[in-house]
């Protein structure tokens, strides 16, 4: 795919290759990989991102939507893909069609795919979501094994798997309350499997559990975040080291660059851009970047991150708008039209991380990531 107006996504293969090969040293082989590759794979691509992983040994891969799963399945990847999220009953159909894994939690859900694994002479597997104390999906543990024995009355269906999720592991180096999700988890699945046979699947962790909490007894990781080499967190990070843990040598993944649209002399005194919301103190050249926060670069972004252009930093001044934004090149001599601007990685001895601008628009490298326009092209490196 070319580079377009807004410029394009850079992913590194070797980088990606490398942040497997560290968790899964860190994994172990009896255990299953199962690579996130939700949110277009955290905005880095999912299709790209996928057909990486599997080649590289990744088990399974985990998505959020039925349409996601189905996209991988077009793009030939028959891995085990487990929908993550919310599968609406008028969607059931194509995850059976396509073979995916179902995460389960509402008992009309069990009978739509009943009803469609009979019609569709169809084998489905499901994980069932069990509540621990994140009170987003899942089954309350006094319902668990009431709930599995009814799917597995129902010919066709099949429980692989019993999941959960941590609540509040990656923002505090206190891990109280996820160790309290983790025996949630245990006492409930030893009633379960006291009434009835061994679930085959288990497993909970995130990015910042699989690195915390290596010895929990699932044989299923998740991992998310890291797979794109970002830490989950600076408390994580801390976590190790308070820990002694050994730390994962994690590489990001992804590079955002554009070029310049236009490059403005301005006097001094001149107010720049919607709202007028700075003003230059010097006769400045401005290069006008022709992307927005339609394409994801966040309007916090305004008066306060910078761009990389010839390996030096360009503070960006004024508003953000929907397509274009203005950086302060007046110190970076030499430059032209279309000249490479690097809005995420490195440049020269410069880089500009995802944490860094999470830190200037208020927010986390999670969704500054996962928010690049999905049509900006994603270019394998």
């Given at each position: 795919?070319k580079e377009?107006?807004?410029?394009?996504?850079?992913?590194?293969?070797?980088?990606?290759?490398?942040?497997?090969?560290?968790?899964?040293?860190?994994?172990?082989?009896r255990?299953k990989?199962?690579?996130?590759?939700?949110?277009?794979?955290?905005?880095?691509?999912?299709v790209?991102?996928?057909?990486?992983?599997?080649?590289?040994?990744?088990?399974?891969?985990?998505?959020n939507?039925?349409?996601?799963?189905?996209?991988?399945?077009?793009?030939?990847?028959?891995?085990?893909?487990?929908?993550?999220?919310?599968?609406?009953l008028?969607?059931?159909?194509?995850a059976?069609?396509?073979?995916?894994?179902?995460?389960v939690?509402?008992?009309?859900?069990?009978?739509?795919?009943?009803?469609?694994?009979?019609?569709?002479?169809?084998?489905?597997?499901?994980?069932?979501?069990?509540?621990?104390?994140?009170?987003?999906?899942?089954?309350?543990?006094?319902?668990?094994?009431?709930?599995?024995?009814?799917i597995?009355?129902?010919?066709?269906?099949?429980?692989?798997?019993?999941?959960?999720?941590?609540?509040?592991?990656?923002?505090?180096?206190?891990?109280?309350?996820?160790?309290?999700?983790?025996?949630?988890?245990?006492?409930?699945?030893r009633?379960?499997?006291?009434a009835?046979?061994?679930?085959?699947?288990?497993?909970?962790?995130?990015?910042?559990?699989?690195?915390?909490?290596?010895?929990?007894?699932?044989?299923?990781?998740?991992v998310?975040?890291g797979?794109?080499?970002?830490?989950?967190?600076?408390?994580?990070?801390?976590?190790?080291?308070?820990?002694?843990?050994?730390?994962?040598?994690l590489?990001?993944?992804l590079?955002?660059?554009?070029?310049?649209?236009?490059?403005?002399?301005?006097?001094?005194?001149?107010?720049?851009?919607?709202?007028?919301?700075?003003?230059?103190?010097?006769?400045?050249?401005?290069?006008?970047?022709?992307?927005?926060?339609?394409?994801?670069?966040?309007?916090?972004?305004?008066?306060?991150?910078?761009?990389?252009?010839?390996?030096?930093?360009?503070?960006?001044?004024?508003?953000?708008?929907?397509?274009?934004?203005?950086?302060?090149?007046?110190?970076?001599?030499?430059?032209?039209?279309?000249?490479?601007?690097?809005?995420?990685?490195?440049?020269?001895?410069?880089?500009i991380?995802a944490?860094?601008?999470?830190?200037?628009?208020?927010?986390?490298?999670?969704?500054?990531?996962?928010?690049?326009?999905?049509?900006?092209?994603?270019?394998?490196?």
């Open positions: 795919m377009t107006a807004v410029g394009r996504v850079e992913i590194s293969r070797a980088a990606l290759v490398h942040n497997i090969r560290e968790f899964r040293r860190l994994i172990g082989p255990r990989f199962l690579g996130v590759v939700k949110a277009n794979a955290y905005g880095h691509g999912i790209e991102i996928a057909g990486i992983a599997v080649a590289e040994g990744v088990d399974w891969l985990g998505v939507s039925v349409e996601e799963g189905a996209a991988l399945r077009r793009a030939g990847i028959e891995a085990p893909v487990l929908v993550l999220g919310y599968s609406p008028a969607s059931l159909e194509e059976v069609v396509q073979g995916l894994r179902l995460t939690y509402n008992r009309e859900t069990v009978a739509r795919l009943a009803a469609l694994a009979g019609r569709l002479r169809k084998t489905v597997r499901v994980h069932v979501k069990l509540e621990t104390g994140t009170w987003r999906q899942g089954v309350p543990a006094k319902d668990l094994t009431a709930f599995v024995r009814d597995r009355r129902r010919p066709g269906l099949v429980v692989e798997g019993l999941s959960s999720h941590f609540a509040n592991i990656e923002d505090t180096t206190k891990h109280d309350y996820p160790r309290r999700q983790l025996e949630i988890y245990r006492m409930a699945c009633e379960l499997e006291a009835g046979p061994r679930v085959p699947v288990k497993h909970m962790s995130c990015t910042a559990s699989t690195i915390l909490f290596p010895e929990p007894g699932f044989n299923m990781a998740r998310g975040i797979l794109y080499g970002l830490w989950p967190s600076k408390e994580t990070y801390l976590s190790c080291l308070l820990d002694q843990k050994e730390l994962l040598a590489e990001p993944v590079s955002w660059r554009t070029r310049i649209a236009q490059l403005k002399k301005v006097p001094a005194r001149a107010d720049i851009g919607y709202g007028c919301t700075y003003r230059t103190t010097r006769p400045t050249v401005l290069a006008v970047v022709p992307v927005g926060y339609f394409d994801g670069y966040d309007r916090g972004l305004s008066n306060t991150a910078h761009v990389l252009v010839k390996g030096r930093r360009a503070p960006v001044r004024g508003r953000v708008a929907m397509d274009f934004f203005m950086a302060d090149v007046t110190d970076v001599p030499g430059l032209k039209l279309e000249d490479e601007v690097t809005l995420l990685g490195a440049g020269g001895r410069e880089r991380t944490e860094d601008l999470a830190s200037w628009a208020g927010t986390i490298s999670y969704e500054i990531l996962a928010r690049i326009n999905p049509l900006v092209p994603r270019i394998v490196v």
